[in-house]
């Protein structure tokens, strides 16, 4: 059983396990999000405005999704300067699931890592990198922010409010 626990008797002695969830067990659907800001990987802070940036945009662009609640960016601006673990977040900011991501920024190329992680279980949901060009920094943002609607629209079963559908059931 994913998830359960189990006691073992091993030489009189009763121990408790939990198992970790096969990786056939379906998760539950997630139906609300925290979008984090960014990590910047490298040590200069001539990229930190893209921190929150990214991650506003991102904030913007998923609340076209009808059947996703998506929690505010000034929500989430206390994970800024410290890290948490999906898990912790997504509790404190009472979500299903956790977006959140690292960029890094070398010469005139950018790269932004995203992962979706469910929240309740800390397991990878999705996960995806788009490199950009630092003298268009608005079209990066605009395809990081597209592209992770169109893919969690179809990871997570939704249509986007600009495909004209409604939420797929759950």
Do not use: M
């Amino acid at each position: 059983v994913a998830g359960a626990i189990f006691l073992v008797r091993d030489r009189g002695v009763v121990a408790a396990r939990q198992s970790a969830p096969s990786a056939t067990a379906a998760l539950a659907p997630i139906r609300s999000i925290a979008v984090l800001p960014l990590s910047n990987l490298a040590n200069n802070t001539r990229d930190d405005f893209l921190s929150v940036g990214v991650a506003d945009a991102l904030v913007t662009k998923l609340q076209q999704i009808p059947s996703l609640q998506v929690r505010p960016t000034s929500a989430v601006l206390e994970f800024r300067e410290r890290q948490a673990d999906a898990r912790t977040a997504s509790q404190k900011l009472q979500v299903d699931g956790i977006l959140e991501g690292h960029f890094l920024a070398a010469g005139d190329l950018v790269r932004v890592n995203l992962q979706l992680i469910d929240g309740r279980s800390g397991y990878n949901v999705w996960a995806e990198s788009i490199d950009g060009k630092r003298d268009n920094l608005l079209k990066l943002i605009d395809d990081v922010s597209s592209r992770t609607v169109t893919a969690l629209n179809q990871k997570l079963g939704v249509k986007d409010v600009a495909q004209g559908g409604a939420s797929a059931p759950r």
